[in-house]
DNA sequence: GCGTGTGAACCTCTTCACAGCG
DNA sequence: CGCTGTGAAGAGGTTCACACGC
């Protein structure tokens, strides 16, 4: 990495170019070029390859980027190299989605540990995991310093969850409620916006 | 409307204040400042204001918004003031959890009918509708010209629902699968990445 | 010749600062 | 006096065009 401060925007891009070169990967492929990113996540060469050469030159002239080379690096700039402790609030729907059907998809993340307060669903099996009283939390994510926390909890829950998450020490949390959520300096916060996506569509759709 | 071309961040942000709005409003306030959307959704205020004189002066010197007036606006410009007619293809967790739980949320959308190709979940009722086959699909949107497709189907059906989807006249997508998607010009598709959220999470959790 | 890496030009979005109106 | 609307300045991101290495 060159020391430059990385915008938001290019660090999703290095998520969708893993995500093609996973693909790439498991098609046998050996090497990719810039003009094959720019054309699977709809951007210019020339932007791709300035975002890669932002963390250094992992590129052959004349070749392209080996994809497993090129994978091994965007995983540890971003990080998932040693895959993030994931956990999930709520054993709703949602919980459910993200633990049995392709919500984790071609994202080589997976989930640790699923919490529900509804004492009716705890002790419930779910693609693996045992679903755990939120008293849990904790005890569960003692020894990783670094982990994410998935809120999917029922509206008007969201506030109290993120306080207990905090309180165990969460630093970065998705949420799929969409209440504005209060949380402490140093804490990342991001959402899941269906209904934004759905108000872009309805925007763009009339030609 | 200024005949500006309008970006999608902008917009994006438009339906972030007409979530503020609607929340003001059934709080019962009359009237809102830049600053406090500025608060809300962390944002300078001169961009609130750049954002909204783009499609005109709704603002008034000295006391700010009406929540009302600028509530209609804002959907009028999105087109949401009448809804767009949402169907969901896939009636698995995800679809569940799109029609029965806070998905929805604040975000003032409903949805008017599920598909599923599984003929055990045909006839199912799902939070007041019931599970459709995929066949029903042409016949459902008749009379819609405008209509939005959620596709939330298991990993490798997306290119298929989609492709029935657009045979039916859709031209704005939704798709929760992460697969590339093949679609003609002209239709709109939009993606939720559950594992590109994750990945920004992982890498600015690291201060 | 092909595809990367990169300065320079370009463009878009954001912030600043202030005039003007209620 | 408070808050909007807005030109001007600034920052940041994207595209262009080309030199260089394979």
Redesign the pocket.
Known sequence: MKGRKV?E??IRRLSHYARCLRDAKSKGERT????YFSRRCG?????V??D??MFG?????????NVIELLDQIESILGTCDPPFIIIAGAGNIGKALLESGLEGTGGHSYSAIFDIDPRLVGIKCAGLTVKSMDEIRTTVSGHENFIAIVAVSRGEGQKVVDRLIDSGCRAILSFNLEPLDIPDGVELRYIEVSTELDLLTYFMKT
Chains 1, 2 share one sequence.
């Open positions: 915008s925007i290019t990719v070029t810039s003009g951007i210019s060469s020339a932007a390859r300035k890669l050469t030159e992992f590129g052959k002239q004349g070749s392209g980027y």
